[in-house]
Nanobody, 121 residues
């Protein structure tokens, strides 16, 4: 089993910055993809950014140029640096990891519990 623990959410003014962190723990063989999704009230969960173990990244168009995803493979930790935040970035941000464990030796999706990001003046 893989546990994902997020941190770094909070309240920030428009134009401000926040950094989210997510650490994966448990008996892990490998984690292929780590990333962040978000869900605003009344909307579907959407991909924000993802990064593979070699470091290939993918971003939602709405955050390109403002958000940067990075990863420390040795620590099984993924980060999301969010700059120039806008009110429309307000959402619960969920950490995601796709990996393999001794009890699930195939690609399986794991989710964190979410952290609230609120952008408001």
């Amino acid at each position: 089993q893989v546990q994902l623990v997020e941190s770094g959410g909070g309240l920030v003014q428009p134009g401000g910055s926040l950094t989210l962190s997510c650490a994966a723990s448990g008996f892990i063989f490998s984690i292929n993809v780590m990333g962040w999704y978000r869900q605003a009230p009344g909307k579907q969960r959407e991909l924000v950014a993802a990064i593979t173990s070699p470091g290939n990244t993918n971003y939602a168009d709405s955050v390109k140029g403002r958000f940067t995803i990075s990863r420390d493979n040795a620590k099984n930790t993924v980060y999301l640096q969010m700059n120039s935040l806008k009110p429309e970035d307000t959402a619960v941000y969920y950490c995601h990891a796709r990996g393999r464990t001794p009890t699930r030796p195939w690609d399986y999706d794991y989710w964190g519990k979410g952290t609230q990001v609120t952008v408001s003046s």
